[in-house]
């Protein structure tokens, strides 16, 4: 946070007025600073110079208020902030002192004025960052933020003099301009709040005019747990992700009046899904609604939000309930992610001080997910849960037709390529044939195409831009092969960036780009794998003879992670799904259908990766139905590991009809893999019931849905290669019904562990016999003679105890299995007979004979008989009933 204050400081001064500050850069060559300090009346020269460079240079001022004591100036981009991004801007939406983020600025005070070791008679002005906390409520009346300074400060008050300007930082985040100094707190700074130069007349049209983007607000101190809108570049994934808001929203006016008079409504918590196919506008859709409610015209309150981020740097949800604004919250993909959902409404539902909050599911359909989620709220009494809007496929198109959306799509993205391009975002390689009127060669037609969602539209629509702006584009046959040739060459030049010359394998770049698509990485660990598992499912076939350098792999790490950054607290981010399911088509054709079956079966990746693989891969074999088939052989030669996953995928993330041509193709594959001679009966056994157990599930009408109860969900196996990732606090909750499993184990092992278990029954039942036979007892010897079925009774109970169901948490089954041990030991203590002197004592031999032999027992009924696990929902419903 403090490295980005830095890297955006520049000084500010006005010789002819005697002024000098400081500055932030918003974009290279473009400087805010406080109107105080850049004073540019009349014909005095104000002049900027950032920290890597050693002269000043002229700026020009291309909008000022004076009210609000700010100015914009610009000065020549390739002297000042050179290859710098454009800033984002934020404010703070929240008063939570449990998390209340530290908040930086970086500024030439006067208190750092250094004297020049080389000529005493020159002075140099030095760098000095400033942290500390704003507590929201302080100087509201006033409308500035009053940022409460943490660590040393001047001790004479003039000496802040040279801060005004600064820009301070919220966890990256721009959310102010540092305007006074309070003389009557020693440790307190006046900030000028961004909302108000937002809200001020020019100048956001004239931040758009020299950065290609117009200022929008986040919530910068729920940036651990808010996506963050994707970075301006030139690709693809950019120009087409929804949240880049390059294209306008059309034919859905009324519905998102509709979703805009729900968030307005007078509940406190409010759940509400948005279904519809991919393609249709959904995160588009939810981006227009945000953005009408944060630019509320007039005094009415103003709302914030955002989408809740997969992978949140922290899950204290609570932090939203203490809003001062009202907040809009969309989770995409809900279907996948009802956990997170779960947990946040848990926090959310109970009372508060904060403004309303709304949430926003988006999925491609509603089913036995969205039913056990309201089962789950309604039992938490969160509501109103009634509300579903639906964006039918050609919603867009209410009012317009195809030509109107194609001709306007090419407009915004030819304006928006242009404008990026200006902001410094291109290179020498980048064309600049970017016109609005590129001739039609994907367009053609496209008025016939009515019933298309709208991305395909605007998908032709780039795709003639781009194929104009670069003639060899214009080589391809279908436009998405244009827009991914795009792509290709976006991710070579930054390959090209970091990899050594003449290594750039655009082949292996696709396929890297697709596995993180597939796989996704929460930490630098998953990355990894990821890139593993995709170098090596790349190169299967062509005779490796030694394993990757490590080096390589981090570098195609870097390269992968610099290409498409994470927009919440993951490893990285993705290509965009269009894209990527393009992609991975081609990437599975040309691998002759073993692309997916290898990477999916890939030992590095952990199982929360094979989980998203997997829900990946069904919900683009919606579309492209051809991938299913190797995710099905994938599941079938590994089904203790994949087949849960697959199953509970299925029957939650899956509408009723996809759900079931999944489960008919996935019964295929194992009943052919079954058929192999290495194969385990049990184990294809157990699968096919799992998957009979599925198919019951999915036979139901859509009407009866509710009867359905529990959906179907993952369960833990046995996996000496993988280790449980869903363990702990965090772990979801375990629910009926049982499902037996048997580790999968080679036969030399069965063998032997077999041997082992009934060495140790005869064992336990030689003991008490011969204590039997031994005593001296001569009235009641008989009864001796019940020690011997007690014992057996009680190994084999503990055995099937343990072995057959989850009894590892309960303390009675751990007193029942010490108490054996105890009862055998002492049968052998019993034995009359003469016990050498140079062995360890009896007490000692017996128990670490029995423990071992017990252990061995209870896994050997484990391999014979299975163990009753419960499944483990990711997405169930209500733990308690």
Known sequence: MAGGAVLRTVEVSNQDKGAYGTGCLIAPGLVLTAHHVALPEGDSVV?????????????????????????????????????????????????YPDRRPVCSMTGFPRAMRRQDSADSEQYIDDLKTVEGTIAPPTGSRSRLYALEV???????????QGLSGAGVFCNGMLIGLVRMVDRHWDR?????????????????EAVAAHTGISPRLEPADLRPLIDKPPDPKLSSTYLLDPRSQVTELTGVSELVQRIEQWCKGTDRLGVAAVTGLGGTGKSRLVTEVLHRLTTTPGNQRPWSGGFLADNPSHTDYQVLATASYPLLLAIDLAETRL???????????????????????LARGLGTWWLSLRRHLQTRNVGPLGHAFTLAPDAALNGHSPEDIYVEAKVAFARRIRLLQQAGHGDDTWPDRVVADAPRLYGAGIEH?????????????????????????????????????NEVEYVRRVAEARLLEGTVDDELLRTLVTAQFLAGARTAREGRA???????????????????????????????TAAYPAADGAHWGAVGEPLATAWLTEIEDESGAEFIENFLQHDS?????????????????????????????????????????????????????????????????????????????????????LISEAQERTTADRDNLEDLGVPLTQEVVDDPEQPDTETGADAPFVDTPFVLVKPRVSRLTRTAITFLALCHLGLVTGVPSGVALTSNIENDAW???????????????????????????????????????????????????????????????????????????????????????????ATSGDPSG
Not at 656 to 680: F, K, M, N, S
């Open 150 to 160: 943490a660590g040393a400060v001047p001790t004479d008050v003039r000496n802040w």
């Open 188 to 204: 307190t700074l006046m900030v000028l709040p961004l909302s108000h130069l937002l809200a001020a007349h020019g100048f956001t």
């Open 530 to 560: 990821a890139v593993r598992a995709g170098f090596d499912a790349h190169h299967r076939g062509y005779g490796i003879t030694a394993p990757p350098d490590a080096r390589q792999l981090a570098a195609l790490d870097g390269v992968l």
């Open 449 to 485: 195409a009515a019933h298309q969602p709208v991305i395909y539209h605007h998908i032709a629509a780039l795709a003639d831009v781009l194929s104009h702006a670069n003639p060899e584009f214009a080589l391809n046959d279908h436009p998405m092969e244009v827009l991914l040739a």
């Open 339 to 361: 956990p997170q959902t779960r947990d946040l409404m848990a926090a959310l539902a109970g009372p508060h001080d904060g403004s309303a909050v709304r949430v926003l599911l």
């Open 605 to 689: 990746l952990a199982t929360e990766q094979r989980h998203q693989a997997l829900s990946t891969v069904a919900r683009a074999a919606q579309d492209q139905p051809g991938l299913a088939a190797g995710a099905h052989r994938a599941v079938a030669a590994n089904p203790e590991r994949l087949l849960p996953l697959a199953a509970q995928i299925v029957t939650t993330e899956l509408g009723i009809d996809h759900a079931r041509q999944w489960l008919i193709g996935l019964e295929h594959a194992v009943a052919d893999r079954a058929t192999d001679p290495d194969a385990d009966p049990g184990t294809y056994e157990w699968a096919s019931s």
């Open 783 to 873: 009864s001796l003679w019940f020690f011997v079925a007690i014992n057996v009774f009680m190994h084999l109970t503990v055995a099937s105890g343990f072995g057959g169901r989850q009894l590892s948490a309960t303390p009675l089954a751990w007193i029942i299995a010490l108490f054996t041990i105890g009862m055998t030991t002492l049968s052998g203590l019993m034995l009359d007979q003469h016990w050498p002197p140079e062995w360890p004592p009896p007490w000692l031999v017996w128990p670490a004979l029995f423990a071992p032999g017990l252990a061995v027992l209870t896994y050997a009924w484990r391999i014979w008989f299975g163990q009753l696990q419960a499944r483990r929902p």
């Open 47 to 95: 002049t900027v110079r950032d920290t890597a460079s050693a002269d000043f240079t002229e700026a020009a001022v291309v909008w000022e208020s004076t009210e609000l004591d700010a100015v914009l100036l610009k000065g020549d981009r390739s002297l000042v902030g050179a290859g710098m991004g454009i800033v984002r801007w934020g404010e703070l939406v929240c008063d």
